[in-house]
DNA sequence: GCCGTTTTCGGCCCGACTGTTTTCAGTCG
């Protein structure tokens, strides 16, 4: 059988949606019919055993890496009754209540399960009786009665077409029903042979826009991480205030908010006309084409292949729409519903009176005093109980990059994947106004790794380095300790011991059971010379997923052994994420932010830290880097005085 | 299906753009 590019497509997710790529070998795309029911697709939920064990279809190896019906797993079932509901004609307020369940359940922090256990499902917003039976039955059995009757009248492949830009449920199922298109590439062929035309609401513009949408579908790409998309519409909306009658642009949307990924990027303009900003945005070097124009907001298509939104609204209402085009949209919702339970109406114009009377937007706080709220930080509008949170003046005072004081993850040129000398790292954290930075090199199990010998030595001469220095940062000797595979540090105790700072991370074995990944965690906290965990969920955007550790119990030991859990600001890594951060903060555990720098240019990247940081509701008090030397010394496990165990040593 | 300082029944956020349409449905943000 020859397949066109476009079927391999169909039958292949794009990148970074796979299961677990690591482990299944046979799923290559070699075999994409294959793939299709096999661990590529998460729509498939048949092809898992139950929620306990799950295997892969065609290599049968158990899945590791997703042991259990976790919080996605629950929201992605949901969220298909949700289409399924609107495909098959059902209620459409119905469909949305499964949505809004979906989306309830995806971002909690907690794994729904647990909330099962305790018999508190139902006291989360948008679940009822019903759909908490619901997700009962998924935890128990992988699967529930609703979903798979759902499922039997819609074959699989129709599923898939809602994916398509501009194909809503109408579309999908018009062409399911009355045309038998049952997967993609029954849709291309449709859309060629004119059957497609003839269908109601359709014509020649609307079948060539949907082709057009089939072939970015096949090339898409997924969200990309925050910071490749951030410069860009920066520099994007630098353009647009220099635009005449512009008074103010901004970044909106989820890059707003910080989220850890991104969609396309979204910009707001406050001006007095749309023509020349429209126009100054087509011409703007990053833009490839509008797909869409109109008086009030546009469509482009970058060169990057990212989509961009630009929305231009008056001044008076720049402040409403601003709050808008941030979202999220669930957020949106809740502040409208609440605004329509006051008989107000909120839109991207403003606040609005029953008799339709403006009562403010210009400013997002104008939105937020008209429904009684303070202002509530973009970082914390998920739709994840901010409002319930700023109703009661529980939101909390996030921590800012400026409260940061010291760096306590960075690499110098001693690590084989570093290179910058401690000279041009001092100079790069002293411009940038750490305190103190810790120099944390690898250890021996890495390539060019530091031994026992080799790490006192390098330690000596941080601190010579050190001592001969006037001015910011203080400098700690450190380490970045490999976890072995047995849970051992990679370095002798007496060394570590010996050093002002130590970071234990696991690099190796990622894909052993999750059990043992916890356990070797576990280990290193209670060897009692660890003071922070490096990157503890091991992941990598669009590379790997998290473990699938038991993080509860690593909150547990890390709270008993006083070892602090790291907030890794690497744009790829972001690890812990917003959620553990949350779950962290709410276990008493110590959060430090660390930039993990290979190189001095890196040492910026400590903003990524903090938005995370701040995504995951934390204050300065729940971070140890924002303590100045004296102060933090004070708080670790072991008595420590920084930059004298060397000189201790070496005296003997 | 969920939910309640109007409601336990009857609502469910609000608006822009496109292509089809002869007044608006569908999709998206
Ligand atoms: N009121 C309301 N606002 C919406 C709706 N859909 C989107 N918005 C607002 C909130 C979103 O954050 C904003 C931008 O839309 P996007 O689709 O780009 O979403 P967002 O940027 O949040 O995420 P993304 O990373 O792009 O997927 O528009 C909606 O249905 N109702
Ligand atoms: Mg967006
Ligand atoms: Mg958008
Ligand atoms: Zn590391």
Same mark, same amino acid.
């Given at each position: ?10 039958? #292949? ?272 070097? +990053? ?23 630009? #929305? ?21 919702? +809740? ?67 400026? @409260? ?12 084989? @994947? ?55 940062? #203080? ?6 300790? @490999? ?60 590379? $790997?997923?998290?473990?699938?550790? @038991? ?7 890390? #709270? ?59 204050? $300065? ?32």
């Amino acid at each position: 059988m020859k397949m066109s590019d476009l079927e391999r497509h169909l039958h #292949r997710g794009p990148p970074g949606e796979g299961f677990h790529r690591e482990t299944c070998k046979k799923a290559a795309p070699a075999s994409p019919a294959v793939a299709a029911v096999s661990c590529a697709d998460p729509a498939q939920p048949s092809g898992w055993a139950g929620p306990h064990r799950r295997w892969c279809r065609v290599c049968k190896a158990e899945s590791w890496r997703r042991p259990s019906m976790e919080n996605a797993d629950v929201a992605q079932v949901l969220a298909e009754v949700a289409d399924l509901l609107e495909l098959t004609g059902g209620n459409a307020f119905k469909a949305r209540a499964y949505r809004q369940a979906a989306q309830i359940v995806d971002l909690l922090p907690t794994p729904v399960s647990e909330l099962w256990r305790e018999g508190k499902l139902t006291e989360l917003p948008s679940i009822g009786e019903r759909i908490a039976a619901h997700i009962e039955e998924l935890l128990n059995t992988g699967r529930f009665r609703e979903h798979d009757q759902l499922l039997a009248k819609v074959p699989p492949g129709v599923l898939e077409l809602l994916k398509v830009e501009g194909i809503g449920p109408k579309t999908a199922s018009l062409a399911w029903k009355r045309l038998r298109v049952k997967e993609l590439a029954a849709l291309v062929k449709a859309c060629r042979d004119g059957s497609m035309e003839k269908l109601p609401r359709m014509g020649a513009k609307r079948v060539a826009a949907i082709l057009l949408a089939l072939e970015r579908y096949q090339a898409r790409k997924g969200r990309v991480p925050l910071h490749r998309a951030l410069a860009t519409a920066e520099s994007i909306a630098e353009r647009l205030r220099k635009v005449p009658h512009v008074r103010a642009a901004e970044v909106a949307g989820s890059i707003r908010r910080r989220r850890e990924t991104i969609g396309d990027i979204d910009l707001l303009v406050a001006a007095t006309g749309a023509d020349e900003v429209i126009r100054a945005f087509r011409e703007a070097p +990053e833009v490839e084409t509008l797909t869409a124009t109109g008086p009030t907001k546009c469509t482009a298509r970058l060169k990057s292949g990212l989509q961009a939104d630009l #929305r231009i609204v008056p001044p008076e209402s720049f402040g409403a729409a601003l709050h808008y085009f941030t979202g999220s949209k669930a957020h949106n919702i +809740e502040l409208r519903t609440r605004a329509m339970r006051r008989g107000l109406k909120l839109s991207e114009y403003g606040v609005f009176d029953r008799q339709g009377k403006r009562l403010g937007g210009e400013t997002e706080q104008d939105v937020y005093r008209a429904v009684g709220l303070p202002w509530i930080p973009p970082e914390l509008r998920e739709g994840a109980g901010e409002l319930e949170a700023a109703e009661e003046g529980r939101l909390p005072r996030l921590i800012e990059e400026k @409260d940061v004081r010291g760096d306590l993850h960075v690499h110098s040129e001693a690590s084989s @994947d570093a290179h910058s000398s401690l000279e041009e790292l001092c100079k790069e954290a002293g411009r940038l106004g750490r305190e103190y930075l810790a120099i944390t090199d690898h250890s021996k199990s890495r390539p060019l790794g530091l031994d026992a010998v080799q790490m006192r030595a390098h330690a000596l001469a941080i601190q010579r380095f050190g001592l001969q220095r006037e001015e910011a940062p #203080r400098l700690l000797t450190g380490v970045e300790v @490999d976890i072995l595979q047995d849970g051992t540090l990679d370095l002798p105790l007496d060394v570590l011991q010996g050093l002002d700072w130590v970071v234990a991370s696991i690099h190796s074995h990622f894909t052993d059971p999750p059990g043992k990944i916890t356990q070797r965690m576990i280990a290193a906290m209670r060897s009692g010379v660890v003071d922070v965990l490096g990157h503890p969920g091991g992941r990598q955007l669009g590379l $790997r997923d998290a473990y699938a550790f @038991d993080f509860e119990k690593v909150l547990e030991v890390a #709270r008993a052994e006083r070892v602090a859990l790291e907030v890794n600001a690497m744009p790829e890594r972001l690890d812990l994420d917003d959620k553990h951060c949350r779950l962290a903060k709410d276990a008493g555990v110590a959060l430090v932010i660390s930039t993990d720098a290979h190189h001095a240019s890196q040492l910026g990247n400590l903003r990524y830290g903090v938005w995370m940081a701040r995504r995951g509701w934390l204050e $300065r008090g729940d971070v140890l880097n924002t303590l100045g030397p004296r102060q933090l010394e004070a708080r670790l496990h072991r008595p420590r005085h920084f930059g004298t165990h060397i000189e201790l040593r070496a005296s003997l």
